[in-house]
């Protein structure tokens, strides 16, 4: 969606309308582009902004601070690790860290070939399990790093690489 054609701005209008009649509309807005085209470029935010009136700053700050809205596209598979508290102390830096050396890639990055982004998140109510990872919403308890690069290949199996 880099370069955003007719019918792509057509949907974003058609979404801001969804709610028009919303006193605070923007977050289900930015939740349903985030559904519909996975992450919400700066292209798309000033559409929002121009329907509702929402500076791109603003817009823009609500992006950046919720984990599950994007500003870049995401990879086909999204691991969400969590990093709170329980988790945290539990081992689940160690664990991010080991996604991070055999992904080679950061937090918040994606895999140059799109399959992988990893995502840091902070708690996501599985403390009873921790560490707790997730992937594309299956949920992996209790993992430790010597699991990650089993995970990994899980994926990588199913790609047929
Ligand atoms: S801190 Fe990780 S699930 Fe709660």
Request: charged share 20%; net charge negative; proline share 4%.
């Amino acid at each position: 969606m880099a370069h955003i054609n007719e019918a792509g701005v057509k949907k974003i209008v058609e979404i801001c309308d969804r709610y028009a009649n919303e006193k605070t509309p923007l977050m289900m807005i930015l939740s349903d582009i985030q559904n519909e085209y996975g992450y919400i470029p700066l292209e798309v935010q000033q559409i929002v902004s121009e329907k509702t009136g929402i500076s791109v700053a603003d817009i823009y700050g609500v992006v950046t601070f919720y984990s599950f809205f994007s500003l870049e596209p995401k990879g086909k598979y999204v691991i969400g690790c969590c990093l709170g508290t329980a988790c945290y102390v539990k081992g689940a830096q160690q664990i991010i860290d080991k996604f991070s050396e055999i992904l080679g890639v950061k937090p918040g990055e994606t895999t140059a070939d799109g399959l992988f982004t990893i995502d840091a998140l902070r708690c996501i109510g599985a403390c009873g399990i921790a560490p707790a990872v997730t992937i594309n919403g299956k949920v992996y308890p209790k993992m430790t790093v010597d699991q990650v690069g089993q995970v990994v290949q899980e994926y990588l199996d199913k790609e047929g690489k």
